[in-house]
Structures are given as C-alpha cells and as structure tokens.
T-cell receptor, first 115, second 115 residues
Framework: AQTVTQSQPEMSVQEAETVTLSCTYDTSESDYYLFWYKQPPSRQMILVIRQEAYKQQNATENRFSVNFQKAAKSFSLKISDSQLGDAAMYFCAYRSGGATNKLIFGTGTLLAVQP | EPEVTQTPSHQVTQMGQEVILRCVPISNHLYFYWYRQILGQKVEFLVSFYNNEISEKSEIFDDQFSVERPDGSNFTLKIRSTKLEDSAMYFC?????????????FGSGTRLTVV
C-alpha cells in the first residue's frame, strides 16, 4: 500500500524568506500524481500545486515550486518570498494513476510565518 | 471560481442519532468524495461516488455510513447511529474526471461533534 510521510510537524519562516517542506512517499507504481494542499485556519483544503510522475520537469505555481525526485520518492515544496497568508497546515498527497482515485495524505506540516 | 459548498459548517449531535451532511459539488464535476479529518490527525478517504454508485470505499466506511445523490445537485453523507469517535471534520470534494493529474476541489468542511 502507498504511504506518504511528512517528517516535519512544524516549520517556521520569516516573512519574505524561503522555506522548504519535505514529503516522501512509498509506492511500487510508476504512474501516479502528487499534490500539495494548503489548509488555513478556515479549514478549507486548497490545492497548491500538482506534479505528474511521468514529467521530469518540476511544477511551479508563482511562488510555489516543487523538487520532485522520483528515484528518491521525494516531493518537497518550496515557498519563496513567504507571506503572512502562507501560514497554514500543508498536506502532501498521493494519487495512483491506476484504478483508484482516492488521495492518500501525509500527516501535515504546520507552517508559521513570522513578521 | 466554482466552489464546493457544504452545509452545515458545524453540527452537534447526540450519540446514537442519525446525521446527514450535505454537499453541493461543482456542477460539471462527475466524481464525488467524502474525506474526514479527526482533530489533529491526517485527512482520510471515506468514499468515492460516480454515476450514482459507490466506486470505492475505505475500511472506515462501514454499514453505519451511506452516501446519496438525491436530486442531481446535492451529495449527502449519512451516519446512521453516531458514535463519539465519529467526531471529526468531514470534507466533501469533487473532480471533473477520474484520471489524470487533476486535484480535487474541496469544500470548507462540516465539523461534526458527537456528544
């Protein structure tokens, strides 16, 4: 079974600085998708960025980018120029490319942004 | 931007009572999901629903749970006889298609408190 591990329960970053959140996963599949979701205090789950495993190029969305290392099964999220509004819980998630369409989530990393 | 709407935002119920959580997915989406998040824990998949039937469910989704799309717009989760351990945040989500690297759109959640 696939698993997703986020080893950093909490992180802190100064406003305008860069922070990297770690995520590793375990799978025997070659076709899958990876996601980062943000959960602010409002509790809504917001998609931040996605990565297809077959793509070698790392996904970017404005200030958010990933470092996808397929061989190492690593999928870290980099937030550049951190803003106060980035403070949230961040979840890494895995989705198989096969028959199942459920998301498997990590335990989350709580990011604090210091002014 | 289209949203997934969940009602109520917070529900308190007595142990043993039936509760129905409601969701209005995005109108052109075909796949619907329920996830739950026990306070402080990771988000867990409950069930996915397509073409008026369950396409996948987790071991959490036992006979106490059921889902329904009663009128073509609402998507409901029913818990027949609530237990204390059902207290959690319940998220509805929808997606346009099953395959591909598309993330879901999540609702804001319903906080269920069983007393």
């Amino acid at each position: 079974a696939q698993t997703v591990t986020q080893s950093q329960p909490e992180m802190s970053v100064q406003e305008a600085e860069t922070v990297t959140l770690s995520c590793t996963y375990d799978t025997s599949e070659s076709d899958y998708y990876l996601f980062w979701y943000k959960q602010p205090p409002s509790r809504q789950m917001i998609l931040v960025i996605r990565q297809e495993a077959y793509k070698q190029q790392n996904a970017t969305e404005n200030r958010f980018s990933v470092n996808f290392q397929k061989a190492a099964k690593s999928f870290s999220l980099k937030i550049s120029d951190s803003q106060l509004g980035d403070a949230a819980m961040y979840f890494c998630a895995y989705r198989s490319g096969g028959a199942t369409n459920k998301l498997i989530f990590g335990t989350g990393t709580l990011l604090a942004v210091q002014p | 931007e289209p949203e997934v709407t969940q009602t109520p935002s917070h529900q308190v119920t007595q142990m043993g009572q039936e509760v129905i959580l409601r969701c209005v997915p995005i109108s052109n989406h075909l796949y619907f999901y329920w996830y739950r998040q026990i306070l402080g824990q990771k988000v867990e998949f409950l069930v996915s629903f397509y073409n008026n039937e369950i396409s996948e469910k987790s071991e959490i989704f036992d006979d106490q749970f059921s889902v329904e799309r009663p009128d073509g717009s609402n998507f409901t989760l029913k818990i027949r006889s609530t237990k204390l351990e059902d207290s959690a945040m319940y998220f509805c989500a929808s997606s346009e298609i099953r395959t591909g690297g598309y993330g879901y759109t999540f609702g804001s959640g319903t906080r269920l408190t069983v007393v």
